[in-house]
């Protein structure tokens, strides 16, 4: 009777050695997996602030080709603002957009992957 109440206490719960085992490979999965999943949140970061960049860079020639201008006329905000693009975007990342005239691309201020 002693014999069997001593093995289900035993049997109870886990060890701190396998408890420690677990939180091991925890850790090295969460080293792994947070690297990636960072590269791929910038990423995704960098393709919507393109694809915001071709949207302003389609307003400006419609603005352009709307009003007659020529490559060297620099549109404002409120000249493609409601009738171009429904609003200013503005970059996941946090930078700001520059129009520039006609001639150039609109760029933004962190550059990088963040460009047409």
Same mark, same amino acid.
């Given at each position: @009777?002693?014999?069997?109440?001593?093995?289900?206490?035993?049997?109870?719960?886990?060890?701190?050695?396998?408890? @420690? #085992?677990?939180?091991?490979?925890?850790?090295?999965?969460?080293?792994?997996?947070? !690297?990636?999943? @960072?590269?791929?949140?910038?990423?995704?970061?960098?393709?919507?602030?393109?694809?915001?960049?071709?949207?302003?860079?389609?307003?400006?020639?419609?603005?352009?080709?709307?009003?007659?201008?020529? !490559?060297?006329?620099? !549109?404002?905000?409120?000249?493609?603002?409601?009738?171009? #693009?429904?609003?200013?975007?503005?970059?996941?990342?946090?930078?700001?957009?520059? #129009?520039?005239?006609?001639?150039?691309? !609109?760029?933004?201020?962190?550059?990088?992957?963040?460009?047409?």
């Amino acid at each position: @009777m002693m014999r069997t109440l001593l093995n289900r206490r035993r049997e109870r719960g886990f060890t701190l050695v396998e408890i @420690m #085992i677990v939180v091991l490979i925890i850790g090295i999965l969460l080293a792994i997996a947070v !690297p990636s999943f @960072m590269s791929a949140r910038e990423r995704s970061r960098a393709n919507a602030c393109r694809s915001n960049l071709r949207q302003v860079q389609a307003a400006k020639e419609q603005w352009a080709m709307a009003n007659n201008q020529g !490559p060297t006329a620099t !549109p404002d905000w409120s000249d493609l603002t409601p009738n171009f #693009i429904q609003q200013q975007p503005s970059c996941p990342s946090g930078g700001t957009y520059t #129009i520039g005239n006609m001639s150039t691309n !609109p760029t933004c201020s962190i550059g990088g992957n963040h460009s047409l």
